[in-house]
Structure formats: C-alpha cells, structure tokens
C-alpha cells in the first residue's frame, strides 16, 4: 500500500487516560526476567552465572542513563507527567523501590543458590577469610607485585578534600586511627578496574580483589591502626549531552563530553549490609545524596564481574556449542551471482555472518568489478575485518562511503578511533545529520556484472554490522538485488550524505519521515480489513514498545476486533487483555541463550500477507529522532517463515513470558509431564543448523 507520509491517525471514540504501563518499571521487569533465568535450575550453571552478570550490568546502565535523565530533567525543572499518568517524583521512588526489590534477590540468588552450586562442581568463589593460609600466602605475593603499585590510598583531613569517585568504580572505605594522637581519619582506596574481578587464588578457587587489597591496608597506612573497612560503589549520570552546534565539529564536541561525562551527579550508592552507620552516614554527606538512592546489599559488589567466571574452560557447565549454517549462500558460489538469482534472508546467529554479511563486503573490496561501497556502522568490534575492508577497498581506488554515527551510547570511542582510521584510509566519512543519529543497518554494493548491468546489491538488517553480537544476537538480514530496493537504499544515501528530501520509496519505511505513519496506516489497513470481512492480523516483533501513537493504533485494532499479537524483549507500554480496550492483544517475550534483536512487522493484508525486517524499535527515539529503515520481504516463503516464528513464540507452549494489563510478567508453565519449547534451542536443533558435540 502507499505510505502517505502527512497521514493523521484516527481517533474515534477516547481510550482511557490510564491506558500505558510506566516504561521505566517495564524495563525492570524486563531485568527481573533475566534475573529468573539466573534463579532457574534447569539452565547449565554457569550461563545462570552470566545471566546474574547481565542482571548487574543492566541495571548499571539503566541508573546511569534512565534514572540520571529523569533525576537531571526533575532539577532542571523539565520533568513531566509521564504517560503512565505518575508525576516524576512517583516515578522515581516506584522505580527505587523495585530496583531494591530486585538488588536483593540477585544478591540472595548469588549467595544462595549459585554460589553454593558452584562448589559443588569444584569452583569456589571465597571471601579472604575462607581461603587456605597457602593460598593466602600465594595472594601476598600477587599482592606485592600486581596490586600495590598501582593503588593510592587518600586520606580525608583538613588538608585533603574529600576525593572525587568516578562512576562505576569499586571503593574501600577505610577508618584508620593514629596510635599517638588517638585521631582517626577517612581514607578512599580505589580497586583498580583494570586488574580482574576475582581473583585466582589456586585452580577454580577464586576470591573478589577487594578482599586482597582489605588484608593488605596495614602496608598502605603503615603506623596506622585500620579500625575498620568497607566497600562502596557510585553510579553516576553517564547520558550525553551534545550541543550539536554548526561551529563545532561533532567529533570534537563529542570528545569534550566524553571527558565531562566522568563527572556526572551521583544517582545511586551501593553498599554491602555490614558497614556502619558512621562511614555510611559520612559518604551519604560528601556525595550528597538521599536515603532512597542508597542501596544495601550482601557483598560482594559489582557482580557484573561474574563474566569472567562465566567464561571458564567448563564446557558442561555451558550449552552445547554450535557451528552457525552456511547454507544460505553456498561458499562456492558467487555471493553477486546468489543474490542476484533471489533475495537471501539470513537469520543470525542461526546463519554465518561471516559467509553472507561479512563476505559481500570482504567480496566487494577485492572484486575489480566493483565501483562503489556505502555503509552505515552504529557498532563495531574492535577488529572489525568489516571496516578492514572497507578500508582495503579505499585503498583499491573504489569509491567508499561510510556513514559513522558517533553517538551509539557507551561506543562512543571506538567509534570516533574508527571514523579516524577510515579517514586516513581514503574512506569518505560522513557523521549523519544534527539532532538524529543514524541507526538504520544498509550496506551498498555497486558492481558492473559481466552482462554489462550496472547493478546494486544491499543488505538492510537489523543489528550492527559487529562480528562478535553476530554470534550472541539474533538479528534478521535480507540481501537482495532487487532494483527497487537499489534504488531506495541509493536514494536514502544520498539522504545521509547531501541535502536530498526523499519523500517516498517503493520498499523501504524510514524514520523520522514516513516510519510512524507507515505503520499505523497498515494497522488502520488491518481494522477495515475485518470490518470487510477480509482476513486480518497484527503481528510485531520488537525489542521495545513505547510510543503512543502506534500502541493507540494497536488498541484501536483491538476494539475493532482485529488480533494483535506482539513479541517483546524488553519495554512494554501496552496494556493487554484489558476488557473494553485491548481484548485481543496478546504480548510475550522470550529470553534465553540469544538476545533477541530483530524487529518484524507482519500485516494479513488479507490473506497476502505484508512483512517488514529492520532496525527500528517502537520507541519515541526511533521514531523521532533517529534514521531508521524497515523493507519489505516479497519472498513468500520467507514471509511465511517470519510467520511462523512469531506465531511460535506466541504459543502457550513456548518459553517465554506472559504480560497482563497490570503490568505482571508470569513465565508459561509447562504442561503436565511435557515441557515448554525453547525456540533458540529449536532453530539451533532444526535441520538448517548443524550442531556439534560438545
């Protein structure tokens, strides 16, 4: 159907005020899904070690970010009402008041259950006090020559300020007392961040590096008496702020921030349960903070350390290790002549990156035949043989263009040293436009094929062009051909790089222009549809959904009648279920090995069904603020199979999670004497993919 790009929704008769879920607590309780999958007992034990480290990390980012942006925006005075209908103060202390909530059970299920169920299989993670006087005698020595050359302890006084402590960063609080004055005094010692999480006391023994450092600050305060010690942890507001002016490079502006971000207002205070109230009290004062941004735990802190005991050489402890397929492009046949013969949807990490994704770019920079490459990167790996090529075929004389976006979040660097090294390569390096980061995943390839045909081979996906995600995220891709699309990804290039306003195309969506109104004209299509007695049917796959407008758009369908069913990783404003307003809608989420990434939108059309693949989620950033791009798939068979997919995770049979119009996430239940179908486990087990013992 044809996208009018002005077109206004509908609106009909009013939906309720109290219609949206708070996004914030839908976030937490999208953590408090990876937490159960730490807690569940059937999962391999040390991927229930990483999922404890993921529940950390996550929760780091989300107060560094969410929780720093609404606390900032509260004292600036810009806080609003959220569309939830909570004031930003309610916002605020409901979201302390589960993130405490959960703190405490990832602390619990540490201590509780995975770490007494890692000695049992021989890995002990130990407190100094627990380890053996060889082993400690062992550490002494590690001690003297890794550890206590890099610390400095600073002492707080009359002379010396109370120190400045950076964001994430691991601490010790220590009271020591001088013998002759009877004084006593404060002093910080940082854990270096650089050396590991836990530390090897003897094989598979290991215990956290602060508890080295706590048995060794005699030697730091040598005359002095260490009264007492304890560690502490700050997160701080770490989102960005660039002014985007035209008198500034971006990449300057960026690098400025960068260095100012360091220096971001404390948002939370993590402490273990046995310090005192005096040093407690004490670092509440210095780092001006209030009691709710104060969080106790059971040590020990920064359990986002636990990768590394996730990684160990234990291979019954993990799941079963697989080869991704490649069977989607034949490695002995030309990547230009499969894909000019039919589109190709890969699925990754299900099919090679390396074969299909990577590989046309590889091709393409040592392919004499071809002119010209343009590509979008928002995340790459540090060696990325992606830009690698890039730069090779730069320096073959084709013409490269690379649309760098400096602002992916926490990317920051890597992406400003690889804008740099591909510039010195002779790759043409554009930054995308002011006020809208380029998020859309495209790849151009420019070939004259022997027939005489100058043509386009594309790639549009729907995760990063990063080898090392590729094997962790599941992300769809379609290589095509196909001349329509050539001359839509050409077109949104030139978008990307010059001054065009392309206004429509013939298989792309793309935000912020026609996105929003695509979508929910085909949504508004789906409602007449079952009014006409034609076959109709919503079906979404998404890492997030947020923005208003598209979940009106789905509740408007659901009155009308129209199923509507939505598969979600994470965020979910959408209530569903609720009598009178969202009856038909159903919302589920899977979690497991695999981060699922893609993001799918299916329309019945009736009966010829409309599906789209591509970066966006249904947010108000992705939307609004950033170049997104969906495409259609015309393939019927691959529609039919991205069909499929998402009926399956719908399935009350399948692993994964129900929502309710409450807001309760509940994990389906297995059947009396069967079992849930674990979709990641089935497409890893099904005939395309070849498995390998482990």
């Not at 480290?53 to 509260?74: H, K, P, Q, T």
């Not at 730069?394 to 090294?421: H, M, P, S, T, Y």
């Not at 790639?459 to 001349?483: C, V």
């Amino acid at each position: 159907m044809t996208v009018n790009p002005g077109h206004i929704p509908r609106t009909g008769e009013a939906l309720p005020e109290d219609r949206f879920l708070d996004r914030e607590e839908s976030w937490l309780r999208f953590n408090q899904r990876v937490l159960e999958l730490a807690e569940d007992p059937t999962l391999p034990l040390l991927e229930r070690v990483r999922f404890l480290s993921i529940f950390s990390s996550n929760l780091d980012e989300f107060f560094m970010v969410r929780v720093a942006g609404l606390a900032r925006r509260m004292a600036t005075g810009l806080a609003v009402q959220s569309a939830s209908g909570r004031q930003p103060r309610e916002v605020l202390e409901r979201t302390g008041t589960v993130a405490h909530e959960l703190m405490l059970r990832h602390a619990a299920c540490f201590r509780d259950e995975i770490r007494p169920a890692l000695g049992k299989e021989g890995i002990d993670l130990l407190r100094w006090d627990e380890l053996a006087e060889t082993e400690q005698e062992r550490l002494r020595r590690f001690f003297r020559d890794r550890i206590y050359p890099v610390l400095t302890p600073l002492v707080v006084d009359s002379a010396h300020p109370f120190p400045y402590i950076s964001g994430l960063s691991l601490n010790l609080a220590v009271i020591v007392r001088d013998p002759e004055t009877d004084a006593t005094m404060f002093a910080r010692v940082k854990v270096p961040p650089l050396l590991p999480r836990f530390i090897e006391a003897s094989p598979d023994r290991f215990t956290p590096l602060e508890d080295v450092i706590a048995a060794h600050l005699g030697q730091l305060f040598v005359g002095m008496e260490v009264v007492e010690h304890h560690a502490f942890r700050v997160t701080r507001n770490q989102d960005l702020e660039i002014d985007e002016d035209i008198s500034e490079g971006l990449l300057q502006a960026l690098e400025r921030e960068l260095l100012r971000r360091r220096f971001g207002p404390v948002v939370r205070l993590e402490v273990e349960e046995s310090i005192s109230a005096g040093v407690l009290e004490l670092l509440t004062t210095e780092l001006a903070i209030e009691e709710g941004q104060i969080y106790r735990v059971g040590g020990p802190l920064d359990l986002g350390g636990l990768a590394a005991i996730a990684d160990l050489d234990r291979p019954d402890l993990k799941y079963p290790p697989f080869v991704p397929s490649k069977e989607a492009i034949p490695e002995d046949a030309s990547i230009f002549g499969a894909i000019r013969e039919r589109d190709v949807l890969v699925q990754h990490p299900y099919d090679s990156f390396t074969t299909t994704v990577q590989r046309l770019i590889e091709d393409a920079a040592a392919d004499p035949n071809v002119l010209a490459i343009k590509q979008t990167l928002y995340r790459t790996s540090g060696d990325s043989p992606v830009v690698d090529a890039l730069m090779s075929a730069a320096e073959a004389g084709k013409q490269v263009v690379v649309v760098v976006e400096l602002k992916a979040r926490f990317d920051e660097r890597a992406n400003i040293a690889w804008a740099r090294k591909l510039e010195t390569a002779g790759c043409h390096v554009v930054y995308g436009f002011v006020g809208l980061k380029t998020h859309c995943k495209l790849a151009l390839v420019v070939r004259q094929d022997p027939d005489g045909v100058l043509r386009r081979y594309c790639h549009i996906g729907t995760g990063n062009y990063h080898p090392k995600t590729a094997r962790l995220y599941e992300d769809f891709g379609l290589l095509t051909a196909d001349a329509e699309v050539g001359e839509d990804v050409s077109a949104l290039f030139n978008h990307l790089t010059g001054y065009s306003r392309q206004g429509s195309y013939h298989r792309l969506l793309v935000a912020p222009h026609s996105l929003r109104s695509g979508l929910v004209q085909r949504i508004e299509h789906e409602i007449d549809n079952h009014r006409n007695g034609h076959a109709a049917r919503v079906r979404v796959k998404c890492n997030s959904l947020v923005d208003e407008v598209v979940i009106d758009a789905l509740y408007r369908a659901s009155r009308a009648g129209v199923p509507v069913d939505i598969w979600v990783r994470g965020i979910c404003a959408l209530r569903p279920g609720v009598p009178g307003l969202s009856e038909t809608v159903r919302v589920r989420s899977v979690l497991g090995r695999f981060l699922e990434h893609s993001r799918v939108f299916a329309f019945e059309n009736g009966g010829d069904p409309e599906v789209w693949i591509g970066s966006a989620d249904l947010m108000h950033r992705n939307l609004d603020r950033r170049v997104e791009a969906l495409v259609t798939v015309t393939d019927r068979a691959q529609r039919d199979r991205l069909i499929d997919l998402i009926d399956m995770a719908m399935d009350d049979g399948a692993h994964a999670w129900r929502l309710d119009g409450e807001g309760t996430w509940t994990r389906n239940a297995p059947p009396p004497g069967g079992t849930l179908q674990d979709i990641q486990t089935h497409l890893v087990r099904s005939r395309r993919w070849r498995t390998v013992d482990g």
